[in-house]
């Protein structure tokens, strides 16, 4: 909410309003809000200040976590009184996992992209071969064998991630599709 919001909830008749300290964490938020509002109005005020959801916050007055449907004056909550935000574990939790699913679908896609590369290089090479033998020229039985191999320790290199790490790259691959659609 911003200043003109809370201008225009004063001059509402019996909407007196106050200032509450929110500490979170190493952060202090000042809110000025109407004496009437829940611990919901709250928590739906404190995403602008804090970046959590309503539903990841834990609001704690006297040591005591209150319902979102509690009014603040209710509670006894009054002018300058102070209130500590916690987040939620399975926030954090969730966070957490969300970030090392990102990462390991961030190495899987590269470990493939590393392999598409080295076959893109052979393929040039296979390119190369064909179009000398298309052209006449003899070309010795070493060469074939040699990009043979090559391209067989490619495919064991795919082989050889786990099926896991496939399916997370292909998901990561999706997703972005699905983003530029």
């Given amino acids: 909410m911003n200043r003109e919001e809370d201008l225009e909830w004063e001059l509402r008749p019996g ?3 106050i200032n509450i300290k929110v500490c979170h964490g190493s952060n202090h938020h000042q809110l000025h809000v109407p004496i009437q509002s829940t611990f919901g109005d709250l928590k739906k005020r404190l995403v602008q200040e804090t970046g959590l959801e309503p539903k990841d916050q ?3 007055f006297r040591g005591k976590e209150i319902d979102d449907q509690e009014c603040l004056q209710q509670v006894g909550v ?7 935000l916690l987040e939620e574990m399975a926030s954090k939790e969730r966070k957490l996992e969300e970030a090392r699913r990102s990462d390991e679908i961030s190495k899987a896609c590269k470990a493939v992209a590393e392999v598409k590369a080295e076959v893109d290089k052979l393929l040039e090479k296979v390119v190369a071969l064909e179009a000398t033998v298309n052209g006449g020229t003899t070309v010795e039985n070493k060469e ?4 043979t191999e090559l391209l067989m320790r490619q495919l064991l290199k ?3 991630m786990r099926l896991k790490e496939k399916q997370k790259c292909r998901e990561g691959l999706r997703l972005v599709a699905n983003a530029r659609a």
């Avoid at 009054?78 to 500590?84: A, F, I, P, Q, Y």
């Avoid at 074939?144 to 990009?147: A, E, Q, S």
């Fill in 58 to 60: 834990r609001l704690l």
């Fill in 158 to 160: 795919l082989d050889g």
């Fill in 144 to 147: 074939f064998v040699v990009l």
């Fill in 15 to 17: 909407s007196a309003m």
């Fill in 78 to 84: 009054k002018d300058r009184s102070k209130l500590l």
